[in-house]
């Protein structure tokens, strides 16, 4: 495959001035064990929203580059890379390297390891027409897939999937959704459908219902509704077996604690900016209410989640645009006014 010296990226040089559309910005060679892969489509995802403000809880190496979940065609190997040839449909994780060592990587757990690295972070994330990224943590596609689609599943989707695993809940059981129809919300609902459970959708704007209705939920409720709480006790006839917090808003998860039944189960994936929350103890230990946090996937639930796609389980709401479009998709999903996912083409 021929690769050119240069190509599009979208480089973030200083925080406080946003990322910079680049159009001679060097590729890459891949080094002992990585691989260069040639993307052809990247997702958008809120925590690209923090990454290019500065504002995740890690240290960056300016310059960088955002984006973290993408596929692609592989284009070049580096040495000592096996089981991978030029040519190979690959998709990329958040994760993009880790020990293989410790206790966590060995039991599958390889989010949790010390040395974990980030794509956007440790490395160049997805915004860009090649990107460099460690042969053991691509992901190989199968023939046919549609590579526009199966972008967002890599972390959206295999995201939300953990956290209904996590969640431990039995088929035909309710379990509220926030967030639901963003790109993670959006996964979650047909998760939770494809699991037999029974969904209800939480977001903000009553425009939302019929997305979340169309991917499974039975019912939809705006966050704005003073009633959240008696409106999901009466619909679940004592409250909700579990709920999965995707929103980024600290009353979300607090609203949680009231309408969950009593051993319910909360699974916490989305991040608020304030990561502090008012909560009434007394209840969460007379209710017995379990609490669990939930970060990514591993490339197990990767496994299964391309496995749901290509039989069609899951389908994958999607508004395609361009690399020059990143910066008001940021902005767009600041203001919350996204639906579905929107995936780009760094070629355009």
């Known amino acids: ?14 925080f406080s001035k946003g990322p910079v559309l680049e159009t001679n910005f060097p590729v890459q060679e891949p080094g002992h064990g990585q691989i260069l892969v040639n993307i052809k489509y990247s997702g958008v995802c809120h925590s690209d929203v923090e990454l290019v ?15 973290h979940e993408a596929v692609g065609i592989v284009a070049k190997i580096g040495p000592n890379v096996t089981g991978i040839n030029v040519g190979d449909k690959v998709g990329i994780m958040m994760t993009v390297g880790t020990c293989q060592n410790c206790e966590y990587c060995k039991t599958a757990s390889e ?14 994330g997805t915004f860009q027409e090649y990107c460099v990224i460690s042969a053991l943590h691509a992901h190989k596609l199968p023939d046919g897939i549609d590579l526009a689609k199966a972008a967002p599943l ?19 059981e309710f379990v509220v959704i926030t967030g639901a129809a963003g790109g993670l919300g959006s996964f979650a609902l047909q998760f939770a459908r494809a699991m037999g459970l029974r969904p209800i959708a939480i977001d903000l704007g009553q425009e939302k219902s019929q997305h979340c209705l169309n991917l499974g939920a039975e019912m939809f409720i705006d966050a704005s509704d003073p009633e959240i ?13 579990g709920a999965i917090n995707i929103a980024n808003s600290t009353k979300a ?11 319910g ?8 900016r304030d990561p502090f929350l008012q909560v009434n103890v007394k209840l969460i230990v007379a209710k017995g209410i379990n609490i669990k946090g939930s970060v990514l996937g591993n490339r197990k639930d990767m496994d299964e989640v391309i496995e749901f796609f290509s039989r069609g389980v899951i389908n994958v709401p999607i508004k395609l645009m361009g690399l020059s479009d990143v910066p008001q998709i940021l902005e767009a999903l600041h203001q919350h006014q996204v639906t579905g996912r929107v995936v780009i083409d760094p070629s355009k």
């Open 53 to 67: 403000g500065g504002l995740l809880p890690v240290k960056f190496n300016l310059p960088t580059i955002g984006g």
């Open 111 to 124: 989010f949790f390891c010390e040395d974990i690295k980030f794509a956007a972070v440790a490395t160049h």
């Open 265 to 272: 189960t909360i699974v916490l994936v989305g991040l608020p």
């Open 154 to 172: 890599h972390c959206a989707g295999v995201t939300t999937y953990r956290a209904l695993k996590t969640s431990q809940l039995k088929a035909g």
């Open 253 to 263: 998860i607090e609203n949680m604690f009231n309408y969950v039944r009593k051993s």
């Open 229 to 241: 709480d008696q409106k999901i006790i009466k619909y679940t006839n004592g409250g909700a077996h």
């Open 1 to 14: 495959m021929n690769v050119p010296k240069t190509q599009r990226a979208l480089v973030v040089y200083d």
